[in-house]
C-alpha cells in the first residue's frame, strides 16, 4: 500500500537535491505540491496522498511518478 509518509520523503528527497539544503520542512514540501500548509496538515494527519498536485508536481519537474509512488526506476525522465 502507498504511505502517504514514503511518499513525502522522495519528494523531500527531490527538493532537497535541487536546493542543497540541510532539510526541507512540511510548508516547503506543500508549497512545491502548491498546496495550503494548512491543508497538507490535514491530509498527512489523514495519510491522504494528493495524487492530481504529485501529477503536476512530477511533470514541472520531469520526474518519473511510479518512482514517487512506487519507488520503480527511473527517477527522473529523459
Not at 23 to 46: C, G, M, T, W
Amino acid at each position: 500500500m502507498i504511505d502517504f509518509i514514503t511518499v513525502m520523503q522522495r519528494i523531500r528527497e527531490i527538493l532537497l537535491a535541487q536546493t542543497k539544503q540541510k532539510r526541507i520542512l512540511d510548508r516547503e514540501i506543500a508549497s512545491a505540491l502548491k498546496l495550503d500548509p494548512q491543508y497538507f496538515a490535514v491530509i498527512k494527519k489523514r495519510n491522504k496522498i494528493p495524487y492530481k498536485s504529485i501529477a503536476h508536481f512530477c511533470k514541472e519537474q520531469h520526474i518519473n511518478m511510479n518512482w514517487i509512488l512506487l519507488e520503480q526506476e527511473p527517477t527522473y525522465l529523459t
